[in-house]
């Protein structure tokens, strides 16, 4: 599911979307043979990759989707309005009134496979670089540890880092020789030559690790002994000059003993065997010698192949030799070496994968074959049954031939004995022969008019396959093109993921040279440079902080490194394996089941949603529980647009188009103007004050400032009842995070306007002080203990609940929760507000219930936010547990406050 | 309710620990928030981020024979929530009125506030008079003796302050912490050290 990273500034690109969408029928043929059709409302957006269907035009719940970014389409000219979706080997058929409306699908369905699979390519095309990582290759740490180490440099780990190196005997045989091309001969690795049987491809991932994802513990063990140059020279040549002379002696011996056998033969079998070996005739022989050059040839070439490959053993070995004293080009070369080795896998794996396509490919073939021979059978038999029909016809046609000549014929016998009899009979006989040449010719005629009448359909039908076939053909150019840059895709992916891999061993071997370091620091062979400790710890925090994009998330927002630099190695370690943890735990949930289910809600939902078709959003049960969950990310300026144009759509059509352009060119020429307004003063002293954890808005030239302002001033040339209050900046800001300029001014005035109650950011904020005393009863009713408490204590919520209201928690909470406040807030309105600060009231209330005096209650109120963990849980109070929860209760008393405040003339 | 807590006594202790509401008011930018954050977290944003409603905070203060600590208020300063400032100030011992020294707009306005704390709030609120951003004096538009006398007619405590360089920051709030009245003393003073411990830690976060 492509659940695209919400990027800064998507609503633009939402602008130009177009979608189809319509009532089909679907065709669906059963286990039984049954055939149902049913009518489904389908729709398809330029967002997603999916067509969905529901079953009615407003539905917010699909039925069900198919992923058409791997879909091929076809339609049968025959059958009208029809056509069919081919993906991931299912079969959707449909059907539409007309085949223009056919049409019009298809070309639709094309274009969404079309541009999903661009976003892909694109998607691929700025995938991570991870060269960087690579880039930076342990060479440095390798120098650092290697050179002031007595023993060989070979050692050193910095090889590791290649795939080649797949089991652990390997590891220890590497650690050993000098050689990459570690050998079975080694003693210690025929110790457990049961483990060599690991597969070759789990084994890229066991190589430090057993397979209980535990650290070998021969993994950190230093080989025994060292082997001497002339050892392994002596190793190598008997193993290089072995494998030949055994291919040989195998030739040979599998020659003889074909030629024992022909001997042996008469001997065992029969007694003239002696004479049938003498009695081979001269092309027996010719045949047997010839299969004895071919095999002597055999023979010649592995030799050839086993001589080469001495040979180029030997000039390696000879390399080696020669360079021995000079570690610097000895390790040089072996890098290269394993660099080859590293290549030769990498084609060796893709080389399997290729086989193993093929193989697949070959199957399926097969499968064709046997269905194909199948049909074959089927067709062959329906031919015999139709045979035999015929014949059985046939029979039964001349028996009743023969019955009608005989009846003739008796009939003539009588007619020549009685002719009364033949006056009936014989005008009869000839009637009937009459009738037929009748029927004949009838029906040949009939037959001419069906052939006349055909030709015009067989024409029609002609033209229909003649587009059915340039349809297929376009079809086939597009699905080609797709394969191909998928292929190219995947070829990418396994380069990276190879790099990656490459990557993680260095790191991994690295790290276990730290460990193995500390495992046994005594022992020689084995002292670290104290450098290499620290430059490890430097790289690794470098890492994550290195570009600056990892410094702000998606949205903007600084990413607070509650970690301060410590000396302490145990305090770093900890608080890595807790981001770690955070990491594997995302990642985690973001695979899971439940939140692809969710994601694919949302995108079922906005398909057939989108601002230019609106359905009945506001009164959808489904809806308010899916908004409830929250919106993903990347879709909610979308949502956010389809939710304020709801609200605001009347006053869109009666403002007009370039509203929004009007109020800012008033804003303009009034600031021109130089009349002083001190809600434009005001609205310029928090522009850069708004929102300072943003990167978008942290200072006066930041990139949203501007559309800031832009909103602001609209707005309070829009609404000058209310002007400018502060917290509207928030309200603007949160927006424009999520919306373009002119959505978030209207989003502006959906909150102001129509979520908020009247006069919550007017002068007086008689509405919000009402809603304070509101709030106040409520929490007398739903949370009695507290209230009781709070009373005890002379505590006033408002004094910090207000904010709260003005800012639907801006000021509180972390984004990522506010940010889904408000989802439900532009849906639901200002209830949801008292649902959320009455759940924080109720997360805090056994801690609040702790504090025995005023200050600490005030200073436990003013951390609440310390005690929401997510989202999910604050919610779950919020909707659930603090049900029933209705808006009358609320409008009652806000109405009741408003006259009270209204009439003591507003004093808190 | 302001006299229980000022009497709250830590028992054991060889100093007690008095409470005070301590409350900021001032038009909206003059610093209100930074001088809070200063004082308490020895930070220093160049963008502080406007206060809604208002913010509380708690800070302590050591004197010579108590621990003072402050439960701060910040208010929000733009004029609409003026009707609000009531509900913050209520009960406060004492209050600090902010304005800012390049804006004379603010220092008429700081003198209304001093004007609505002397008729309304506890007739023995501790007030103090800060003329904030001391570091751009070369922008003053308020001159200092003008302010120091109009401090001194109404028996304020005054000084200019700068939330940027610290400067002044944690005298004023020691200079009303001084003011406070704090309940017959109990025991022996203790040394020099502890009581001065915190206030060097304070002066050392600033100086950063």
């Known amino acids: 599911m ?346 060796n794996s893709m080389n399997a994968r290729r086989v193993r396509d093929l193989e697949d490919q070959n199957v399926r073939l097969e499968d064709t074959i046997n269905d194909l021979q199948q049909s074959v059978e089927a067709f062959r038999e329906s031919l015999r049954t139709k045979e035999e029909l015929i014949l059985r016809m046939c029979e039964e046609e001349n028996r009743e031939d023969l019955l009608g000549s005989i009846s003739e014929r008796s009939s003539n016998i009588p007619a020549d004995a009685n002719g009364l009899v033949s006056d009936v009979e014989v005008p009869e006989g000839i009637l009937v022969d009459v009738s037929s040449v009748d029927c004949e010719e009838a029906t040949r005629k009939v037959l001419d008019e069906e052939n006349v009448r055909d030709i015009g359909e067989l024409q029609d039908l002609v033209e229909g396959y003649r587009t059915q076939n340039q349809f297929l053909n376009a079809e086939i150019v597009q699905l080609h093109a797709i394969t191909q840059s998928l292929e190219d895709r995947e070829k990418k992916l396994i380069r990276q993921n190879f790099d990656l891999e490459a990557c993680y061993y260095q790191l991994k071997s690295r790290y276990l040279m730290v460990l193995n370091h500390f495992k046994s620091p005594t022992k020689p062979g084995k002292i670290m440079e104290p450098g290499v400790l620290k430059e490890l710890l430097e790289e690794s925090a470098r890492t994550p902080r290195e570009s600056q994009q990892n410094l702000t998330d998606q949205l903007g927002f600084y990413k607070k490194d509650d970690f301060s630099e410590s000396d302490d190695l145990l305090d770093t370690a900890t608080f890595y394996m807790k981001k770690a943890g955070d990491v594997v735990e995302a990642t985690k949930l973001e695979q899971s089941e439940e939140y692809m289910k969710w994601l694919q809600s949302w995108d079922a939902f906005l398909v057939n949603n989108t601002v230019s078709r609106q359905t009945a959003i506001m009164s959808s049960p489904d809806l308010k529980t899916l908004i409830r969950t929250g919106v993903p990310p990347a879709y909610r300026g979308r949502v956010w647009k389809i939710i304020v144009t709801h609200w605001v759509k009347d006053k869109q059509a009666e403002l007009g188009n ?114 304070q005393k509101v709030l106040r009863d409520l929490v007398a009713e739903k949370l009695p203990k507290l209230a009781a408490h709070l009373r005890a204590l002379e505590v006033d919520l408002s004094l910090f609940a207000l904010s709260w209201f003005l800012t639907c928690f801006v000021d509180v909470l972390p984004h990522s929760i506010y940010l889904t406040i408000f989802d439900a807030f532009l849906y639901e309105g200002n209830k949801v507000l008292f649902r959320f600060a009455l759940a924080l009231f109720k997360i805090c209330e056994p801690h609040v219930l702790q504090c025995k005096t005023i200050g600490t209650v005030h200073q436990c109120l003013s951390k609440a936010q310390e005690h929401i963990i997510d989202f999910k849980s604050l919610a779950q109070v919020a909707f659930n547990e603090l049900n029933p929860f209705p808006q009358k209760t609320i409008e009652t008393k806000r109405q009741l406050y408003l006259t009270q405040l209204k009439d003591t003339g507003h004093c808190m | 309710m302001a006299a229980r807590n000022a009497g709250t006594a830590r028992p054991g202790g060889p100093n007690r620990t008095c409470q005070f509401k301590l409350v900021l008011l001032g038009e909206s930018a003059v610093g209100k928030s930074s001088l809070v954050l200063r004082f308490v977290k020895g930070q220093f944003h160049e963008y502080q981020e406007s206060t809604i409603g208002a913010a509380f905070l708690t800070q302590t203060v050591c004197l010579d024979d108590a621990t003072i600590k402050f439960e701060i208020w910040d208010t929000a300063g733009q004029e609409r929530y003026h009707s609000l400032a009531p509900m913050y100030y209520r009960g406060a011992q004492a209050a600090i009125v902010v304005y800012d020294i390049t804006n004379q707009e603010s220092f008429q306005k700081a003198k209304n506030w001093v ?93 950063k």
């Open chain 2, 115 to 207: 004007k609505e704390l002397q008729r309304q709030a506890s007739p023995n609120i501790v007030m103090a008079l800060a003329g904030n951003k001391a570091d751009v004096a070369n922008k003053r538009t308020v001159e200092y003796e003008e302010a120091n006398a109009y401090a001194e007619d109404n028996a304020l405590l005054f000084m200019e302050t700068s939330a940027k360089t610290s400067m002044n920051v944690n005298d004023i709030f020691m200079a009303i912490a001084k003011k406070l009245p704090i309940g017959p003393a109990q025991g022996e003073p203790t040394g020099t050290v502890d009581m001065n411990q915190p206030q060097q830690q304070q002066k050392g976060s600033c100086c």
């Open chain 1, 2 to 347: 492509s659940a695209a990273p919400g990027t800064i500034s998507p609503p633009a690109r939402e602008l130009k979307t177009s979608a189809i969408c319509g009532y089909l029928h679907r065709i669906e043929v059963r286990s039984i043979g049954l055939i149902t059709r049913r009518r489904y409302w389908f729709a398809l957006c330029d967002s997603t990759p999916y067509l969905y269907w529901y079953k009615d035009s407003d539905d917010i719940k699909c039925i069900g989707r198919v992923s058409l970014s791997g879909a091929a389409f076809t339609y049968d000219p025959r059958e009208k309005g029809r056509f069919e979706i081919h993906s991931n080997n299912e079969v959707i058929a449909l059907e539409c009134s007309s085949d223009k409306q056919r049409n019009e699908w298809m070309k639709a369905l094309q274009s969404t496979r079309k541009r999903s699979w661009k976003a892909t390519k694109s998607k691929s095309d700025s995938s991570l670089d991870i060269s960087s990582l690579t880039g930076r290759n342990s060479s440095s740490v390798l120098e650092e540890c290697s050179s002031p180490s007595p023993v060989p440099p070979p050692r050193s780990p910095k090889p590791k880092k290649r795939t080649q190196f797949l089991t652990e005997e390997e590891t220890d045989a590497e650690t050993s020789s000098d050689v990459p091309h570690s050998s079975e001969e080694t003693a210690e690795v025929v110790e457990d030559t049961d483990n060599t049987k690991i597969p070759a491809e789990g084994s890229a991932t066991e190589w430090y690790l057993n397979p209980n994802g535990q650290l070998n513990e021969r993994s950190l063990q230093m080989p025994k002994t060292i082997e001497s140059p002339e050892t392994v020279l002596k190793r190598l040549a008997d193993q290089s000059i072995e494998a030949p002379f055994r291919a040989i002696r195998r030739n040979l011996s599998t020659w003889s003993r074909s030629r024992q056998n022909t001997s042996d033969e008469p001997v065992v079998g029969s007694r003239k065997g002696t004479v049938s070996s003498v009695d081979l005739t001269p092309e027996e022989k010719v045949i047997e010698l010839s299969d004895k050059v071919s095999s002597l040839e055999e023979v010649v070439d592995s030799l050839r192949a086993a001589l080469l490959l001495a040979q180029r053993n030997n000039e390696a070995l000879q390399k080696i030799e020669d360079m021995g004293d000079n570690k610097e080009e000895m390790r040089e070369y072996i890098l290269e070496k394993e660099r080859q080795v590293t290549e030769l896998h990498i084609s």
């Open chain 1, 658 to 771: 370039g509203y929004y352009q009007s109020m800012l060119r008033k804003a303009g020429t009034k600031k021109q103007d130089g009349s002083y307004d001190a809600a434009i003063k005001q609205i310029d002293l928090d522009l850069a004050r708004t929102l300072p954890t943003n990167k978008l808005f942290d200072e006066p030239d930041s990139a949203n400032i501007e559309k800031l302002r832009n909103v602001l001033y609209a707005f309070r040339y829009h609404n000058s009842h209310v002007g400018y209050c502060q917290g509207l900046n928030r309200l603007a800001a949160i927006a424009l995070l999520n919306l373009d300029e002119q959505d978030s001014f209207w989003f502006l005035v959906a909150c102001v306007e129509h979520l908020q109650p009247e006069g919550y950011y007017t002068s007086s904020l008689i509405g919000a002080v009402a809603d």
